[in-house]
């Protein structure tokens, strides 16, 4: 019998979707026991147990993380990967697409008021490090003075490095997927922190549904993520723009759908036999 470890994420790394992120993790650990899977709820801080053959983890803490890495050099298989999970911390990830050529608003990295770029606005100052945990960690700035005291709330925060991303006008997509088999987009009904207002009601601009899919796979491919989320933005012009990744969202629209998913992924990768 395969031996896996689920991990849950740490509440302070899931702001305001804490009972989404277990519903799902749940459903994951369903489906793998219908498989023949033993699986074990392991916590952050615990050791994993002995001959566990891989880890559905949605954990980003750094102690969690480097007791995986310790466990995939012993040749665990872990999901996410977490190179991909320290790859899809918003500093990490912008960097990635845009050295790739994937589409994204202008931006830039800001440390204070000095390195703000005036033909940037109205634009986001997003916190660069890490995910967001903090309902001001990203804020729409209409103009210099209001991103100057943005900054300033991050650097109260302990945020020392900040980015500037220009507004993009448009519709906002949310969109998830599992590997290469499971792409799934939508308009938003709401958002985490309740922000999608600055974009306002969809106007469902036409867009190719195949080059969102197109875009968004490759950019997971990129982080190294399996299973990932994100934002997009299509203009009126049908351009598309991914302005967030996450890895490991919640999948609350298609919890069910998702976890099939996974756990078909989880089989794949570690040969499970119902």
């Not at 033993?38 to 880890?55: F, I, K, R, S, Y």
């Not at 804020?139 to 507004?167: F, L, P, V, W």
């Not at 203009?235 to 998913?261: C, K, M, Q, V």
Request: negative net charge; aromatic residues 6%; charged residues 25%.
């Amino acid at each position: 019998m395969t031996k896996i470890a689920a991990i849950a994420r740490n509440p302070i790394n899931s702001p305001n979707m804490t009972v989404n992120d277990a519903a799902l993790l749940e459903c994951i650990i369903a489906r793998l026991s219908e498989c023949g899977a033993d699986v074990a709820v392991v916590g952050e801080e615990e050791e994993l147990p002995a001959d566990t053959q891989a880890v559905c983890s949605m954990s980003r803490t750094t102690g969690t993380l480097e007791r995986l890495r310790r466990a995939e050099e012993q040749g665990v298989v872990v999901i996410n990967p977490t190179t991909a999970v320290k790859n899809s911390s918003r500093e990490c990830f912008m960097t990635i697409l845009h050295n790739n050529g994937i589409p994204q608003p202008s931006f830039c990295f800001v440390k204070d008021a000095k390195e703000i770029d005036n033909e940037l606005f109205p634009c986001w100052i997003k916190k660069a490090q890490g995910w967001s945990c903090h309902k001001d960690d990203v804020c729409y700035a209409e103009n210099r003075q209001e991103a100057i005291a943005i900054i300033e709330q991050h650097t109260k925060r302990g945020t020392t490095d900040s980015i500037q991303m220009q507004h993009c006008p448009g519709d906002l997509i949310k969109f998830y997927g599992v590997g290469s088999k499971l792409f799934y987009h939508c308009y938003p009904e709401n958002t985490k922190f309740g922000k999608e207002e600055i974009n306002g009601a969809p106007q469902h601009y036409s867009f190719d549904t195949a080059v969102l899919r197109e875009i968004a796979q490759k950019a997971a491919r990129l982080i190294g993520l399996d299973i990932y989320g994100g934002d997009a933005i299509v203009t009126r012009e049908g351009d598309i723009y991914i302005i967030d990744i996450n890895d490991f969202p919640s999948f609350t629209a298609i919890r069910e759908i998702a976890a099939l998913e996974i756990a078909g992924l989880i089989k794949e990768k570690t040969r499970l036999q119902k």
